[in-house]
């Protein structure tokens, strides 16, 4: 399976590279738009909103897939038999919570910008059918040549409180950017969970300190 997932992605590395100066013909001739339907929906969605107590309940899910070993540290930490998950949950849902709420937003397969001070575009369909915001990033391979290709690996909230592995692969020239995003996998079982606790932790403390800074947070 590791293998098919390396060689489809870098099959698709292969096809962003291939398309070098394609950035600015992708912004004349981009993908499908979002819809009057779809923006309907985002409407509804946001309408109900997410609130910190979904966030700690959405959390705590994920930590309980976790192993016992990642919380070592906080099991010291705290020292009196205390859950150190329902405490993770508590402590993070009430900060992560402002970030969650403001970058919640329809995530596109295909996106990018061309460099001259535009707004991004977005191309393409949608990747989940439910607004998501990033938690986590790690760079898996980083390429550079006359272009600036990278992979990473993403994972992301969705606001109905599922997570997903996702794979995103760049190319960067001249300022412009396009990124292709595909999904790994619904986050359900321990061997899905791209990012170990401790990697998770600290794309956290980022996350937290820019807010705390009112500025966006840099993942990874």
């Known amino acids: 399976m590791k293998n098919k997932k390396v060689k489809t992605m870098l099959s698709v590395l292969a096809v962003v590279a291939a398309a070098g100066s394609g950035i600015c013909y992708a912004v004349k001739h981009g993908g499908k738009k979002k819809t009057a339907d779809m923006a309907a929906d985002d409407a509804a969605l946001h309408e109900e909103g997410l609130t910190e107590e979904k966030v ?45 709420k403001e970058g919640m937003k329809q995530v596109m397969m295909l996106e990018g910008d061309d460099g001259t001070g535009n707004e991004p575009f977005d191309m393409t369909d949608v990747l989940f059918c439910y607004p998501a915001c990033m938690i986590g990033c790690e760079i898996q391979e980083l390429f550079s040549d006359r272009f600036v290709l990278s992979l990473e690996r993403e994972m992301w909230m969705l606001e109905n409180g599922e997570f997903a592995s996702v794979y995103c692969v760049s190319m960067g020239k001249d300022g412009g950017r396009i990124s292709y995003r595909f999904l790994d996998t619904f986050i359900k079982n321990q061997g899905d969970i791209p990012i170990c606790f401790d990697d998770l932790e600290s794309s956290f403390t980022k996350i937290i300190e820019a807010v705390e800074e009112g500025r966006e947070p840099e993942l990874p």
């Open 56 to 100: 700690r309940e959405y959390l705590l899910r994920l930590f309980r897939l976790y192993e016992d070993s990642e919380f070592d540290d906080l099991v010291e930490f705290l020292g009196d038999g205390s859950e150190p998950r329902e405490y993770a949950a508590d402590n993070y849902s009430s900060q992560l919570f402002p970030y969650l």
